[in-house]
C-alpha cells in the first residue's frame, strides 16, 4: 500500500526557505499586508522554523521546514465535524473547501499548528493575479487550509503514467517543496516502497518525529542533526 | 391599565393580583431600559453582518489563537442555562419545598440564555452559511456534533419543562381574560385543573424533572470535551467534563439570584423571594465556592505535579505570565468574595447575594476566558512563536449584544408570563404543609409504638 511521506535531513538545511517560495507559488497562497502578518494572519503551509541558541557571538541557529505532517492518526481529522479534513487511502490529509463550515477546531487540535484559516476573502498582488497555478483551487473566504503534499501533482503524475502506460516512478511525483530544496534536504515518497529513497531514511539512526509520544504517526521524519 | 382589565384583575385573588399584575402593568423604566437594550442589540446586529460581508478577519483571532470571545460566551451562556432546569429539577425531585417560588423565574433563565449560546459558536463560523453541512456531512466522532445533539435535546427538553409546569397558570390568565384572549386559550391547552388533569400534570412534570437532570449534565460535560478531546495542553484533562458541569451550575446560581433580585425589587415580590430563600441559595452559592476551589485546585496541581514543559508554559502564563491578572480576578469573582460573603448569615440576603451573585458571574466568565485563551496562545511545540489576543470592536459589541439580548427577552417574558408560579405557591399554601409534618412523622420512630416498647422491656 502506498503511504507517502517525507523525509527532512536538518543537517543539509540552509534556511534558505526556497521551499517556502515554492510553497505558496504553488498552492495559490493568498498574500497578506504587513499588519495582518503581524497579527498572525500569513498563510504559509511549508514554514521554517528558525531557532537561535547561545550569546553573541557565540550564536547558532537550527532550521526546521514544518509542512503538514500528514499523520496516519490525525488529530484534526477526528474532530471535524463535517468530514472537510480526511485521511486519503494513500495517507495524504486533504481538505474539502467547498464543505468547510470554518469552526477551526481542527486548527486547534493539530498539536503542529499546520491549519491556516482565511480570515478574509484572498487577496493577490496584481503582478501575481496572472500566474496562479490553475491545478489548485483559490480558498475562498471562512475555510481552513493547509499543506496536502501538493496532491494535485499526484494526479497529474498518475494520469501521465496511465497514459505512457508505465508505473508511477518516485521522480514523477514530488512536491514543491522537495523540488526545488537546492541541497536535497526535502525527500518525498512512498515510504512503504523500498525503491523509494524516503523508505531507507526513515529508518536512519538520526530519524525521528515531531511529538512521536502523542501517538499521531506523522509521516514526516526529520533527520536529526549530528552536532 | 385599561378600567375593565383593573376590574378584572381586582376581582381575582390576592396572588394572583401581585404574580399578574407585570403582565397588564408596564412601568416608563421598563421602556426605557427595553429601548436602551435593544439598541445595543441593534448594534450588535450590525457589528455582526460587517462580520459575514468581510470575513473573521473582523475580529481579533489570529492563528493560533482561533476561538476567542465567541467560545467564551458559547461556553459561558449554555453554563448560565443550567441555572433554571437543573436546579428547579434537583429541588423538585428532592422535594425542596422553599423551591415553589423561584423554579419558574429560574427555568426562564435556561430556555432563553440558551439559544443565546447556542448562537455563538454559528457566529464563530467561518461560513455561516454551510451550517446545515452538520447534518449533510454529520461526522459522529467530532465533540461538535455530539454538542449540536446534546444541546438541541436540552433546548427541546428545557422547553418543554418550562411550558408544561406553566399550564395551569395559563388556564388561570385565560380564565381572568385579563390579556390576548386566543393566545392563552391556545397555550392553555383545554386544562380546567380538574382532579384528573391534575394528576396527570404532575406525574408528567416527575418524569420531565428526572429525564432533564441527565440532559442538562450531558451538555456541559461534552462542552468540556470538547476542548479535553484535544491534545493541547491544560486542555486534554479528564477533570474537564465534571469541571465545567459544577462550574455550570455555579454560574446559573448565581445569576438566578441576580434576577430574583432584580425581579424583587422591580414587581414588588418580596413576598415570594423571601429572606430564606436568598440565605438558602446563599448557601448553594457557598457550597460551590468550595467545590470551585476543590475542582480548581485539583486542576492545577495535577498540571503542575506533573510538569510537562509544555503544560508548564501554559501554567506559567495564567499564574504569573500575561494572564495573571484575568486568572487572579478569576480567583477573586469565584472564590474569595462568595466564600466571604455567604460564610456569614446576615450576607445572606438580597443585598449580599447580589454582591456575590455578581462577583461568580463575572468570575465564571472569566474562568471560560482563562480557559479558552492561555492554551490557544501557547502552542504545543516550542517553536511556534506565541500568539496574542486583542479582542475587536465587532466582537466586544456582539459580547455586549448577546447579554442584552438576553435581559431584553427576560423582560419580556415578565410580560407573558407570569415569572413566579401561582399554582405551585397555591399549591404549596393548601397541601404541602401537611404533607411536609406527615413526611417528618414518617422519618421517625411512631412514638405509640415506642411507648410500647418501652413498657414491654420495663
Known sequence: MTRWGMVIDLDRCTGCAACEVACKSENNLATVS???????????????????????????????????????????????????????VEGIVGQIYPRCIGCRYCANACPYTVKYFNWFAPEFPESEREHLNPDVSVRPKGVIEKCTFCHHRLQKAREDARAEERELREADYQPACAEVCPTVAIVFGDLDNSRHRVHTLKSDPRAMRLMEELGTEPKVYYLAPRA | MRSDVADQLARLPADEQKLLRPLVVTTPVFYLAAGLLGAIVLWGIIAYSLQVRFGLGRTGLNRPEYWGIYIIDFVFFIGISHAGTLISAILRVSKAEWRRGITRSAEFITVLVLGFGAIQPIIDLGRPDRLLNVMFHAQLRSPLLWDVMSIGLYFTASTIYLYIPMIPDLAIIRDAGIKAPRFYRF??????????????????????????????????????????MTLRPMWHSTIFGPYFVMGAIYSGIAAILIAMVILRRAYRLEDYFKPIHFDYMGRLLLLFSLLWFYFTFAEYLTAFYGAEPAEMRTFWAKLAGPFAVPFWMMVLGCFIIPLALMSRRSMRTPRGTLIAGIAVV?????????????????????????????????????????????????????????????????????????????????????????????????
Open chain 2, 187 to 228: 397555550l392553555a391547552a383545554g386544562y380546567q385543573d380538574t382532579p384528573a388533569q391534575r394528576a396527570r400534570l404532575e406525574r408528567i412534570i416527575g418524569i420531565l424533572a428526572i429525564v432533564v437532570i441527565p440532559i442538562a449534565i450531558s451538555v456541559h460535560t461534552i462542552i468540556g470535551w470538547i476542548f479535553a
Open chain 1, 34 to 88: 504587513p499588519e495582518q502578518a503581524d497579527m498572525g494572519r500569513a498563510f504559509s503551509w511549508m514554514k521554517v522554523m528558525t531557532e537561535v541558541s547561545g550569546e553573541f557571538p557565540n550564536t547558532t541557529m537550527r532550521f526546521m521546514p514544518r509542512p503538514c505532517m500528514h499523520c496516519d492518526n490525525p488529530p484534526c481529522v477526528k474532530v471535524c465535524p463535517v468530514a472537510a479534513t480526511y485521511l486519503g
Open chain 2, 362 to 458: 463575572i468570575g465564571m466568565w472569566l474562568e471560560r476566558f482563562n480557559i479558552v485563551v492561555p492554551t490557544s496562545v501557547n502552542p504545543r511545540w516550542e517553536m511556534e512563536s506565541l500568539g496574542h489576543y486583542l479582542p475587536s470592536w465587532v466582537e466586544l459589541s456582539i459580547l455586549a449584544a448577546t447579554f442584552s439580548g438576553f435581559i431584553l427577552l427576560y423582560m419580556l417574558a415578565t410580560k407573558v408570563f407570569p415569572i413566579v408560579s401561582i399554582w405551585e405557591i397555591k399549591e404549596g399554601q393548601e397541601h404541602s404543609v401537611r404533607d411536609v409534618a406527615d413526611r417528618v412523622a414518617g422519618y421517625l420512630p411512631d412514638p405509640a409504638a415506642a411507648t410500647a416498647a418501652a413498657g414491654r422491656d420495663g
